[in-house]
C-alpha cells in the first residue's frame, strides 16, 4: 500500500491552526432555589468551532460562572448524560461541534422537555427510567439453561442490532409531542427497549412485553412524527422500532 | 441528615458494582449507592471486548491466558489471583451471554471471538483470538446488561448519591468499616449508610491526567475515601497509558483496530512497530507500543506540523469490516476529526486510560489494611481495587474480565459475611468529617478556583509522569502537587446552594486527585526501575532483586497536622511461573 499520510497531516493540521472565536450561548436558567421563574442569560465564550458545545458549557461553568449546572460523564456519546435541546433541538452537548450548528447567532441551550425541570439544564430522569424498568427490559427465558451459551446466528443476532445501541438519554421521548402533552405515554426509548428483547431469538417474553404495550398509553400513542429518529444521537431508527412492535401487535409474529 | 441500615451498601454501579449487586441482592438487603445513574458509568465506555479461552474459534485455554496476563503484567501480578480471573474467564462469559448480553457470532452461533494485544497461543508463540465482543462496544453490553438483571433482582440503587467518607471504628484492637457518608446531590443532605458490609466499586482516577480516556467522573473517590481514613493504596504508580487516544482528545480507539488489522504509521508512512516487537507488532503489550510511538514522535518520525502524532491506518480494510466490527470508532473520528476513516488514517497519540493500583485486596475482594491483616467488612472490586491481576501493565480485555470475576467474588463474601456479622456501632459523630468538607467549600472565601487547580495538575502529570519518566520530572510533579494541595486550602465555590451543586463537588474531586496524584507520583519516585506502564529513564531496566514487589502507601499525619505518604512494600505472589525478559 502507497502511504497515505503526509498531505493529510497537513491537511487535519491546517485546519487544526484555525482561530478562536466568539460564540453567544443563550442558556435557560432556573434554580428554584434563587426564583421561581426562569430567565434566558447570555455568555459570549471563546472557542473554537471544532470543540463540542460541551466545552463550552464547560468554559462558562468553570471560568464565569460555577453555578451552572448540567449533567455530564464520558464526553463523547456514550454515557447519555448530557441530552439538551440545542438551537430548538435535542442533542447530546458532548457529540454537538459548534461549527455544525451555526456559531454567528447565538446559540440557545435549554433543558429538554417533558420532564420536569430541577436546575438550569437538569431534570428528573426519574419517570423516563420508570417507563423504561415498566417494559421487562431484560432476557426472559423458558425451560434448562445450556451449560454453554446459547447459540444465536449471525442474522437472528443483526434482527434487534439496532435497539442495542441505545444509551437512555432521552433525547427521543423528550422531542416526542406526544409525550409532552401526557407524560404516562410510555415514549420512543422504553418502546426501542421493548423492542430491543421481542426481536432477540433467545427470548421468551415477547407476548407479555406486547401486552404491556398494547395498553391505551402504549405504542398506539404514537403519530408517527419521526422526532425521536431525528434526535436519537445513536443513529437508531427509532420510528422504525416502534413500527415493528406495531405490526407485531397485529400480526402476532416477531 | 438521615441514617439508613443495610447489610450491604455497594459504593459504585458500574460493571463491577453491579455484578457485585445482582450476587448481594439475591443473599442480604443491599444498597447501591451511584454518583452517576447506572448507565452512565464509564464501563460503557469500554469497546474491544472482554478474555476468556473459550476456544470457539481456535485452540485456547486458560493456562495461556494466565501466562499472558502475568507476562503482560512485567511479572508483578499475583499469580494465584491471575490464575483465577483466567480460569473464571469462562463462566462469567457465559453467565452475561446468559443474562442476555448481544455478543457477537460465529457462522455456527456459537461466541465469536478476535485478538487483542499482548494475548497469545502458547505462550507467546502467535497472537490468539481470545476476546469475546459485541462490535466495538462491548463494554455499553456489558453496562446494559448487568442494569437490566439489576432491574430484574430488584437491586435498589440510590443514584446521583456521592459517598465522601469510608467509616471505620475500632472492635476490641480490629479496625471493622461501620459504613459510609453520603451526599445527596439532589437536595445537598447528607446520608449514613451504617452497613454490616461495604463493598468499594467505584472505578478509575485518569482526571488527574489531561489526555484521558477517562470521563469527567474518574476522580478516584473510593480510593481517597479509603486513603484518608489510614488504608493503604497499593502499586498507583502505575497507570496504563493506551497507545491509540484521538490525537489531543484522549478519546479512545479500541486497541481492537489493530486486531482487526490496523496498523499504525508514522511520518514517512512506515510500519514502525516491526521495529519494536517482530512477532506481535502493533500488538504488542499497550506499554510497549506507546513507548515505540513517544520514540517515533521524539526521533522526528511524528506526523503533523508540530510532529506530536502519529497514524492509526484503517484505510486497507474493507468498508464493510469497519462497519461491522468497528462502528462506533469511525463515528469517533468522523464527528470529533472529521476525518473519514475509510480513506484517511486517523491522528492518534497515547491517552491516560487505566489504574493498575488501587486499594489492595485478597481473592475474595476483602480489603487489606496492610500485607496481611484484612478489615472486617470491607471489600473492593473493579478499577477501583488492586489485587493484583494486572501488575504493572493491564492486557486489553482482562478489565472487564476483572470486573465480572472479582465483582460476583466480592458481592458474594460480602453478603455471606453480613449474612452472619452484626453491625458495627458507628463511630461518635460519623458526618463530621464530611460537613467539615462540604461546609468548609460553601463557606470558604479564597481566591483559587477550581478549574485552575485542575488545569494545572493535569498539565503537570501529563509532562512529568507520563510514559516517560525519570527522577528529574517525578521530582517536579511532586513539588507541584506539594504547591497546588497548598492552594487548594484557599479555594472557593461559587454555587452556595443545596441543589444539584456541581461545583461544589468539582471541588470536593479535586481534592481527591490532588491526594492520590500525590500518592502516584511519591510512589514511582521510589521506584528506581523500568516495569510495564512505569519508565524510568534513568533506570531503563527492571530490577528484579530490589523492586519484585508491590508498593503500598498509607497517609502519614504528624503532630503538627503535615500530611506524608509513608511506603511500605508487599511481595509478589508468585506460583508457575518465573519472571523472564518480556518481549513480543
Ligand atoms: C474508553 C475505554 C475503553 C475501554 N475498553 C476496554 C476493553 O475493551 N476491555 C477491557 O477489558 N477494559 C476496557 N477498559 C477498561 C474498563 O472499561 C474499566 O476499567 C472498567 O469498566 C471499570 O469498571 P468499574 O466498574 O470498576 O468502574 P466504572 O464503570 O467506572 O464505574 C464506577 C462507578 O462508581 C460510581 N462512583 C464513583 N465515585 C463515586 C462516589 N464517590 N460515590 C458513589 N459512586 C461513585 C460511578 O457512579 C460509577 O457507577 C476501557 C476503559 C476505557 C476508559
Ligand atoms: S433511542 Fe436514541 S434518543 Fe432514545 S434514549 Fe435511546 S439513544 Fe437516546
Ligand atoms: S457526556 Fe456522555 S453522552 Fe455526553
Not at chain 2, 479496625?175 to 437536595?187: F, H, N, P
Amino acid at each position: 500500500m502507497a502511504t497515505p499520510v503526509m498531505d493529510k497531516a497537513e491537511a487535519t493540521a491546517k485546519t487544526d491552526a484555525s482561530p478562536y472565536i466568539t460564540v453567544t450561548f443563550r442558556i435557560r436558567r432556573f434554580n428554584p432555589e434563587v426564583s421561581e421563574h426562569a430567565v434566558w442569560e447570555d455568555f459570549p465564550v471563546e472557542i473554537d468551532p471544532k470543540e463540542r458545545v460541551l466545552d463550552g458549557l464547560h468554559k462558562i461553568k468553570w471560568d464565569v460562572d460555577g453555578t451552572l449546572t448540567f449533567r455530564r460523564s464520558c464526553a463523547h456519546g456514550i454515557c447519555g448524560s448530557d441530552a439538551m435541546r440545542i438551537n430548538g433541538k435535542n442533542r447530546l452537548a458532548c457529540k454537538t461541534l459548534i461549527k455544525d450548528i451555526n456559531p454567528e447567532k447565538p446559540i440557545t441551550v435549554e433543558a429538554i422537555k417533558g420532564l420536569t425541570v430541577l436546575k438550569d439544564l437538569v431534570v428528573d430522569m426519574e419517570p423516563f427510567f420508570q417507563a423504561y424498568r415498566d417494559v421487562m427490559p431484560f432476557l426472559v427465558t423458558k425451560g434448562n439453561e445450556p451449560t454453554r451459551e446459547r447459540l444465536q446466528s449471525a442474522e437472528d443476532r443483526e434482527r434487534f442490532d439496532d435497539t442495542t445501541k441505545c444509551i437512555l438519554c432521552a433525547a427521543c421521548t423528550s422531542s416526542c409531542p406526544v409525550f409532552w402533552n401526557d407524560g404516562q405515554y410510555f415514549g420512543p426509548a422504553a418502546i426501542v427497549n421493548a423492542h430491543r428483547f421481542i426481536f432477540d431469538s433467545r427470548d421468551d417474553a415477547g407476548e407479555q412485553r406486547l401486552e404491556i404495550l398494547n395498553d391505551k398509553d402504549g405504542v398506539w400513542r404514537c403519530r408517527t412524527t419521526f422526532n425521536c429518529t431525528d434526535a436519537c444521537p445513536r443513529g437508531i431508527e427509532v420510528t422504525k422500532a416502534i413500527q415493528e412492535v406495531k405490526r407485531a401487535l397485529i400480526t402476532r409474529r416477531f | 441528615m438521615k441514617i439508613h441500615k443495610y447489610d450491604t451498601v455497594i459504593v459504585g454501579a458500574g460493571g463491577a458494582g453491579m455484578r457485585a449487586a445482582i450476587e448481594a441482592t439475591k443473599r442480604s438487603r443491599t444498597a447501591v449507592l451511584t454518583k452517576l445513574y447506572p448507565t452512565r458509568s464509564h464501563t460503557g465506555a469500554a469497546q474491544g471486548g472482554m478474555a476468556a479461552a473459550l476456544a470457539n474459534v481456535e485452540e485456547d485455554n486458560w493456562e495461556w491466558h494466565t501466562f499472558d496476563t502475568v507476562k503482560g503484567g512485567d511479572y508483578l501480578v499475583d499469580q494465584d489471583a491471575a490464575e483465577i480471573l483466567a480460569k473464571e474467564a469462562i463462566d462469567a462469559v457465559l453467565d452475561l451471554e446468559k443474562m442476555g448480553l448481544p455478543f457477537n457470532r460465529t457462522p455456527n452461533g456459537t461466541i465469536d471471538q478476535r485478538r487483542f494485544g499482548g494475548h497469545s497461543r502458547n505462550h507467546g508463540e502467535a497472537p490468539v483470538r481470545r476476546s469475546c465482543y459485541a462490535a466495538d462496544r462491548t463494554g455499553h453490553m456489558i453496562l446494559q446488561t448487568l442494569y437490566q438483571n439489576c432491574v430484574k433482582e430488584g437491586v435498589e440503587f440510590f443514584n446521583e448519591f456521592y459517598v465522601l467518607d469510608q467509616l471505620i471504628t475500632e472492635v476490641d484492637g480490629v479496625r471493622k468499616s461501620a459504613g459510609v457518608v453520603a451526599y445527596e446531590l439532589a437536595t445537598g443532605e447528607i446520608h449514613i449508610f451504617q452497613a454490616k458490609a461495604v463493598i468499594y466499586a467505584s472505578g478509575g482516577t485518569g482526571k488527574f491526567f489531561k489526555v484521558t480516556s477517562n470521563a469527567h467522573t474518574l476522580t478516584g473517590d473510593g480510593q481517597a475515601a479509603c486513603y484518608r481514613r489510614g488504608l493503604p493504596l497499593e502499586d498507583m504508580e502505575f497507570f496504563q497509558f493506551h497507545p491509540t487516544g484521538i490525537w489531543r482528545m484522549g478519546i479512545l480507539l479500541t486497541e481492537g483496530a489493530r486486531g482487526e488489522g490496523g496498523i499504525l504509521r508514522n511520518k514517512d508512512g512506515e510500519r514502525f512497530m516491526e521495529k519494536y516487537a517482530p512477532v506481535m507488532k502493533d500488538l504488542a503489550s499497550r506499554d510497549v507500543v506507546s513507548r515505540s510511538i513517544y520514540t517515533e514522535i521524539r526521533e522526528g518520525r511524528g506526523c503533523g506540523p508540530e510532529g506530536d502524532h502519529v497514524f492509526l491506518d484503517l484505510t486497507h480494510l474493507p468498508p464493510e469490516q469497519l462497519d461491522a466490527k468497528l462502528p462506533d470508532i469511525t463515528e469517533f473520528a468522523r464527528t470529533y476529526l472529521g476525518i473519514e476513516p475509510y480513506t484517511d488514517p486517523i491522528p492518534i497519540q497515547p491517552t491516560a486510560h487505566y489504574a493498575m493500583g488501587g486499594i489492595p485486596t485478597n481473592v475474595q475482594g476483602e480489603v487489606l489494611a496492610d500485607n496481611t491483616t484484612v478489615v472486617p467488612g470491607l471489600y473492593a472490586a473493579g478499577e477501583v481495587a488492586c489485587v493484583s491481576v494486572h501488575g504493572a501493565n493491564r492486557l486489553g480485555t482482562n478489565s472487564l474480565l476483572d470486573i465480572n470475576v472479582f465483582g460476583r467474588r466480592s458481592g458474594i463474601a460480602a453478603a455471606e459475611y453480613a449474612a452472619t456479622a452484626d453491625f458495627v456501632e458507628l463511630p461518635e459523630d460519623p458526618a463530621s468529617l464530611v460537613v467539615e468538607m462540604v461546609e468548609g467549600l460553601r463557606a470558604a472565601t479564597g481566591s483559587e478556583r477550581v478549574s485552575e487547580l485542575r488545569r494545572e495538575l493535569q498539565e503537570t502529570m501529563d509532562a512529568n509522569v507520563m510514559v516517560f519518566r525519570t527522577e528529574q520530572t517525578i521530582k517536579t510533579a511532586v513539588e507541584k502537587i506539594a504547591e497546588l494541595r497548598e492552594r487548594y486550602k484557599n479555594v472557593s465555590v461559587q454555587d452556595k446552594g443545596k441543589r444539584f451543586n456541581t461545583d461544589l463537588l468539582e471541588a470536593v474531586e479535586l481534592g481527591n486527585l490532588l491526594e492520590l496524584a500525590e500518592v502516584m507520583a511519591v510512589s514511582a519516585l521510589a521506584r528506581k526501575e523500568s516495569r510495564g506502564g512505569h519508565y524510568r529513564e534513568d533506570y531503563p531496566n527492571r530490577d528484579d532483586v530490589n523492586f519484585m514487589r508491590h508498593t503500598m502507601a498509607y497517609r502519614e499525619v504528624g503532630d503538627d497536622g503535615s500530611e506524608t505518604v509513608r511506603l511500605d512494600y508487599k511481595p509478589v505472589v508468585q506460583t508457575r511461573y518465573q519472571p523472564m525478559e518480556r518481549k513480543y
